[in-house]
């Protein structure tokens, strides 16, 4: 399959701009800062306020998450940069159907994460830095279900990251253990992204269809 037919069955609205760069190697999109004609976007994550004292280094700046995904032919490629971490902290990185925050930051009313997938690992060194590399569907069309339990098709639209050992966040008042990782043993949140104020769709949708109410997502 040629790239343009690609692109024409998976990402028509690329298939324009792509024609003319056909037989460039190795062009790369650089990070967006929102979401724009591209079709790509860059979004910040948001601490979890029960667990921020348990992030950082004291005396040092406060802990910063960015996100930021490029669409490609088939697929896209998201990139999670974490800046002012505690030395030594490993998370699990998931997409979810829900933000336990609000836009405006104040907790979501509605209970849980819903659906959540399982996309990575981090690590953060000694220079309290970290970076995680994903390359999946992920923009407007990442989704799952289950017929068995009768799961409909449900995106996972926010993009989100929990302790992977709960004993990092002891100190900060958690105890017990959540599922958030590979062995169904994790910690809590650490930061999460929050939904836009005017659709209420996560930021891994760039498309959204303001038509129906509540929004959707194009694919």
Known sequence: MSVI????????HLLAATAGLLGVVGLAAGP???????????????ANPSVVGCLGVEGRPAPT????????ELNDTMTVRLNHFKPGLAFDLFTVQRSNQQA????????GFGLAWYQSD?????SGTATAH????????????????????????????????PNDAASCGFTGFTPFNGE?????????????????????????DTSAIPATCNP
């Open 5 to 12: 037919s690609a692109l024409a069955r998976r990402r028509p």
């Open 32 to 46: 967006i800062s929102s979401a724009g004609a591209s079709g790509g976007t860059s979004f910040p994550l948001f």
């Open 65 to 72: 998450a960015t996100v930021t995904v490029n669409p490609g």
């Open 104 to 111: 405006d930051g104040s907790a979501n009313p509605t209970p």
């Open 122 to 126: 981090i690590q953060v060194g000694n």
């Open 134 to 165: 994903i390359r999946t569907i992920l923009l407007n069309q990442i989704f799952g279900f289950d017929p068995d339990v009768k799961l409909a098709p449900t995106n996972t639209f926010h993009v989100g990251f929990w302790f992977n050992n």
């Open 184 to 208: 169904h043993h994790a910690g809590p949140l650490a930061m999460i992204s929050r939904p836009d104020a005017a659709t209420n769709l996560g930021p891994l949708c760039t498309k959204p």
